[in-house]
Nanobody, 133 residues
Framework: QVQVEESGGGLVQAGGSLRLSCTAS?????????MGWFRQAPGKEREGVSCISWRDGLTYYAGSVKGRFIISRDNAKTTLYLQMNNLQPEDTAMYYCAPVGKVCPRVPNLQALRISWSGFGHWGRGTQVTVSS
C-alpha cells in the first residue's frame, strides 16, 4: 500500500521561501512513477500545481506558480521536493504530494485532478503553508 508523507510547511511572510519534502513508501521511485504536488486552500477545491516525470525529470507547473516554484526529486533518497520562492498570501494552503502514474498529465488535467491512473489518490496528511501579507 502506498503511503506518502509531506513535511516542510510553515508560516512565512510574503516574498519568503519554503522547501517542502515528500517521501513515499510502498512505491518504488526507481520504477519511475511520476509525482505531483497539489494544494487545497480553505473553501476551495484541491488543485495540482506541479509534476515531475520520474523517468526523464521533465517538470510541469501551473501558471500560478510557474517561475516561483521548482519541483525536483532525489532518486537515491526517494524524496520529492518543492522549492517555493516569492510566496504570496494566495499560496496559503495545505500542500500534498501524490504519485500520478507513469507520466505527468497535461497541466490543465493536473490542475483539475483529472488523472487517469487507477492508482491515483493516495494522499498523506499534507503540510500547511501559511503566507502572511
Amino acid at each position: 500500500q502506498v503511503q506518502v508523507e509531506e513535511s516542510g510547511g510553515g508560516l512565512v511572510q510574503a516574498g519568503g521561501s519554503l522547501r517542502l519534502s515528500c517521501t513515499a513508501s510502498g512505491l518504488r521511485f526507481d520504477d519511475y512513477y511520476s509525482m505531483g504536488w497539489f494544494r487545497q486552500a480553505p473553501g476551495k477545491e484541491r488543485e495540482g500545481v506541479s509534476c515531475i516525470s520520474w523517468r526523464d525529470g521533465l517538470t510541469y507547473y501551473a501558471g500560478s506558480v510557474k517561475g516561483r516554484f521548482i519541483i525536483s526529486r532525489d532518486n537515491a533518497k526517494t524524496t520529492l521536493y518543492l522549492q517555493m520562492n516569492n510566496l504570496q498570501p494566495e499560496d496559503t494552503a495545505m500542500y500534498y504530494c501524490a504519485p500520478v502514474g507513469k507520466v505527468c498529465p497535461r497541466v490543465p488535467n493536473l490542475q483539475a485532478l483529472r488523472i487517469s491512473w487507477s492508482g491515483f489518490g493516495h494522499w498523506g496528511r499534507g503540510t500547511q503553508v501559511t503566507v502572511s501579507s
